[in-house]
């Protein structure tokens, strides 16, 4: 303003002239000399009321990547660029809103066919536009169009309208363009929604599904995600992909992640109350960001947990690997405090974003479930699977759990087990299941909840619960007296290597972390004979009574095969010839911990042990490398976890306690 104009004016001719350059100000955008939102209003109110128009919304595409790979200079470059061009076209009037958006107001008097060229035009421009070509080469425009809209609208209704179309043009209609009447059915479906989703709540619409996660080793129930489904009075089931997407918007997701979480515990007590052996099952329930900004957000999931009195690790909390993308250092505070409370927290979708890698530094969670997508798109080419392998390799080398999202062929499933990840979730093995169905599945793929088997080889060959059954792999084998009164244990004659053994089902074992235990009893000593032998896909782990020079020193002996010098040995104390002897060995996948007890007494313990995976056979009575085991074994049993020496006392002391024992008297 030239203050020699204001000179010959009146005190209040000034302020008006004043006002008027300020108004002008705010009217348009300092950056592109568009106007700016509230210039885009004034021009919009102003309007002939019995007038329409069509509103052009337009977005540039990886904007933020612009910024953040050549800096902001060139980021405004590109607004200011999109700006000159939408003036050079000169067609209505043109605006920038916000951040990389811009509209473009249309007078409603030209036909939806004149809309589309103008379009057109402003696509074509795009790559005229005076930019460097390899930030042109970043850049691209989506456009959706508000067509023959009322004035007497509110302009918020308006923006509303825009933010659907453009929806629609990057995510649903074919190219980067769309039209308001392909997506007002949404937008009143969307309306509806949102009027509706407070009653559905009061009247328990949302009903839980859960679907399993399976070990694919012993296709046992492992566990399950809690999923929400919406049963509609009249409509009847209502798509989680239709109604999600509207609750985290307006932000009712909150709401309902709680109310699920609710349900869940007030399932779990239920099932417990029943006596129903799935009652411990970890389930997961995801929880939107919004809770993590919350810092009473983990207290509160505590609260309601203990109102059910539901143990906290039996309750996982499932959080999208998205979610970290911004914020994530105050959302990682909370996440920690959820393990503090005794909480297990998943990622889920991991991989599915550009935050991975750092999750994995950065993050102290128990479980990654590996998005779907790496399967069904990359997963299928000799590269992809690659990297799903070395994904898979990398988490389960940080100790992580590993849940592979998506199964759905046989195929599938051989590969994700090659590459060391037990556990599944996917349609293969089942659907989400309302509470009823699920009951059935988990009564059919659960052994009475068994996380063990016993094998007491007192006269056949079956596991206690009957689920399971070893094989004889040669002859001579036969039941002598065993432990008991009147009870037997089965003796090994001896023979070639592997010959004249009993093979124990691989799928007694499940889990990475373990315990084996069993009573032997040695007619003769000799070096490296093995009285059982694990193989897995990378080694191996074997109890030798008999090993290395010193007279009598026995020895668990642990193989990494990915290593020349991986050889792990715990030797332990010394065992003699004609004598009982109850023999445990337990791993620590976490810890990476082996520890040996013999007759109830921690006899050796070793560190920094790598896990082997995949247990392909258990052998009883001797192994692939030397001569057989001369010898009976009783009570052979496994434990899919890892037990400790006040556990492996007492179940030693139930042994010699028994009015029944005559092991060595």
Not at 262 to 283: H, R, T, V
Not at 396 to 417: A, N, P, R, S, W
Request: aromatic share 12%.
């Amino acid at each position: 303003m030239d203050r020699k104009i204001l000179e010959h004016k009146s005190l209040e001719e000034q302020v008006e002239i004043l006002l008027n350059e300020v108004n002008r100000a705010e009217n348009s955008d300092y950056l592109t000399g568009l106007a700016s939102r509230r210039g885009l209003y004034e021009y919009y109110t102003n309007r002939d009321k019995d007038k329409s128009v069509h509103v052009m919304f337009i977005e540039v595409n990886n904007f933020k990547k612009v910024n953040d790979v050549y800096g902001y200079y060139a980021g405004d470059d590109v607004l200011i660029q999109v700006g000159r061009m939408l003036r050079e076209i000169g067609k209505g009037f043109a605006a920038r809103t916000e951040g990389n958006e811009f509209i473009v107001m249309l007078d409603g008097d030209m036909s939806e066919k004149e809309v589309i060229i103008i379009a057109d035009m402003i696509f074509s421009a795009l790559n005229d536009m005076d930019i460097r070509k390899d930030i042109l080469s970043f850049i691209s425009l989506n456009i959706g169009v508000v067509l023959n809209q009322k004035v007497t609208e509110s302009f918020v209704e308006v923006f509303h309208k825009g933010d659907t179309v453009l929806h629609q043009a990057k995510h649903v209609s074919d190219g980067r363009f769309a039209l308001y009447h392909e997506a007002d059915k949404v937008v009143e479906r969307n309306r509806n929604i949102e009027l509706e989703m407070e009653s559905a709540l009061e009247n328990r619409e949302f009903h839980v599904y859960l679907q399993p996660k399976v070990n694919m080793v012993s296709s046992k129930l492992y566990g399950a995600e809690a999923l929400c489904r919406w049963i509609h009075p009249v409509d009847g089931l209502r798509s989680p992909a239709v109604f999600i997407p509207v609750f985290e918007k307006n932000g009712f997701i909150s709401k309902l992640d709680m109310y699920m979480f609710e349900e869940i515990c007030s399932l779990k007590a239920q099932w417990k109350k029943q006596g129903a052996p799935y009652g411990n099952l970890p389930i997961s329930v995801n929880m939107s960001r919004l809770h993590l900004y919350n810092k009473k957000f983990p207290e509160t999931l505590a609260f309601i947990a203990d109102e059910y009195d539901i143990d906290h690790n039996e309750l996982e909390i499932e959080i999208t690997e998205n979610v970290f993308v911004k914020d994530g250092n105050e959302l990682i505070d909370n996440v920690e405090r959820l393990k503090a409370l005794g909480f297990q927290v998943s990622i889920d979708d991991f991989g599915s974003g550009f935050s991975a890698l750092n999750l994995l530094k950065d993050l102290a969670v128990d479980t990654i479930k590996i998005d779907q997508s790496f399967l069904h798109g990359s997963g299928e080419t000799v590269r992809g699977k690659k990297v799903i392998r070395n994904i898979i390799a990398m988490c389960l080398d940080l100790k992580l759990d590993v849940v592979t999202e998506g199964i759905e062929t046989k195929e599938q499933v051989d590969f994700i087990k090659q590459c060391g990840c037990q556990i599944a979730q996917g349609f293969y093995y089942a659907r989400p299941l309302c509470i009823d169905d699920f009951t059935a599945f988990a009564e059919e793929h659960l052994v009475h909840t068994l996380n063990s088997y016993r094998f007491p080889l007192n006269g056949d060959l079956k596991s206690e619960d009957g689920s399971m059954e070893m094989f004889i792999n040669g002859e001579g084998l036969e039941y002598q007296e065993g432990i008991f009164v009147d009870s037997k244990a089965m003796h090994f004659p001896g023979g070639p290597k592997e010959k004249n053994t009993l093979f124990v089902p691989p799928e007694s074992i499940v889990n990475e972390s373990f315990t084996v235990g069993m009573w032997f009893n040695a007619d003769i000593l000799e070096y490296w004979v093995c009285a059982m032998y694990i193989k897995f896909e990378s080694g191996f782990l074997s109890i030798l009574p008999y090993s290395w020079e010193e007279e009598g020193i026995s020895d668990v002996r642990i193989r990494d095969s990915r290593v020349v010098e991986g050889w792990y040995d715990i030797r332990t104390a010394p065992v003699s010839e004609k004598k009982w002897y109850y023999y445990v060995v337990s791993y620590d996948a976490k810890k990476e911990t082996a520890k040996a007890y013999i007759n109830g007494k921690l006899a050796g313990v070793l560190e920094n042990v790598p896990t082997n995976r995949y247990v392909k056979w258990i052998i009883l009575g001797g192994d692939v490398f030397q001569p057989s085991f001369i010898g009976r074994i009783c009570e052979f049993t496994v434990y899919n976890e890892v037990k400790d020496e006040k556990f492996v006392n007492e179940l030693y002391e139930s042994y010699v306690t028994d009015e029944k024992f005559i092991g060595n008297k």
